[in-house]
């Protein structure tokens, strides 16, 4: 059987488990995940290789209505996501039928010339009905070669679901070197695992006013030992005092739990440095959205 190869774009509304899915296929975390909206800013190309196929997984930002620079540049990074790509995978929950947003974004997306498939994600939240309903309800579209329910969480219809992807890509070789699991710099996966961390830890407070640079980080010489140097950028004096918190508390269990994460990622001890600074209102602005968010 001839090796196969693509990009497979990722795409769907807010929260619907995306990145999850491909931290699934991937067995380890390499993109972050969060239970509030818009939590993907950027593209992430995440690899995914076997002895038959390489998948390039396209983790784009979730689609929603724009209300400020921040959001907008946000969807435009979802749809740039599409350019070129050979199999499209649409993440959907259960609803019992088509989401109202689903139903204006899905037209334009079946004009793609690609192969189409539906995850219908979070089964395991069904009930009653719900789950043959939505499959029902996307599958009358006429626009999806295959829908496959899923739980990424559970891990369930997941192989199942890269099984079906894969069958799709063009026959060719692999686009990345064997072991290469992404196209983001250890810094940009380090800055996305602390703002992980600041989402979880300052949920309403915080939700989408906060970008994280990483401006050095390096190994040791004379240890097994990385340094992590990070600026965590906010758009208020206010969301200042939020991240930081009482007496730094915080702001310290923001580093405890990243630099867990970092370490298991790099499987070496961690420093990590963090400091808080205001930008206001950097979210309204197109050139400091540029320069947080980055490529």
């Known amino acids: 059987m ?48 076997t002895a038959e196929a390489q998948v390039v997984f396209v983790d784009t930002p979730g689609l929603h209505r724009p209300l400020n620079e921040l959001s907008a540049r946000i969807v435009r990074e979802a749809h740039r996501a599409l350019a070129g790509v050979d199999v499209l995978v649409y993440v959907v929950e259960p609803w019992g039928q088509v989401d109202p947003y689903d139903a204006e974004v899905l037209p334009r997306l079946a004009k793609l010339p690609c192969p189409k498939v539906l995850l219908v994600n979070k089964i395991d939240r069904a009930r009653g009905n719900s789950l043959p309903e939505t499959l029902l309800a996307y599958d009358e579209l006429g626009m999806f070669d295959d829908l496959v329910p899923v739980s990424c969480t559970k891990g369930r219809g997941v192989s199942e679901a890269l099984q079906v992807i894969a069958d799709k890509l063009p026959e060719g070789e692999p686009l990345f ?43 040791r010489e004379d240890k ?29 269990e923001i580093g405890q739990r990243a630099r867990e994460d970092l370490e298991a990622m790099l499987g070496r001890q961690v ?25």
């Open 224 to 252: 097994p030992l990385v340094e992590v140097h990070a600026r965590v950028y906010v758009a208020r004096d206010s969301q200042k005092g939020i991240v930081i918190g009482s007496g730094g508390g915080k702001l310290k």
């Open 2 to 49: 001839a090796f196969k190869s693509g990009v497979a774009a990722v795409l769907g509304k807010t929260n619907v488990g995306k990145s999850t899915f491909i931290n699934a296929v991937l067995g380890r975390k390499l993109v972050i995940v969060s239970d509030r909206p818009q939590t993907t800013r950027n593209r992430i190309r995440c690899v995914h290789t």
């Open 271 to 295: 420093f990590l440095d963090l400091k808080v600074k205001v930008r206001a209102q950097w979210t309204e602005s197109a050139a400091e959205v540029a320069r947080f968010t980055g490529p």
């Open 177 to 219: 070197p064997e072991g290469e699991l992404t196209d983001r710099p250890l810094e940009f996966l380090a800055a996305e695992l602390i703002r992980e961390k600041i989402y979880q830890l300052t949920y309403q407070e915080i939700p989408y006013s906060v970008a994280v640079v990483v401006e050095h980080i390096a190994e």
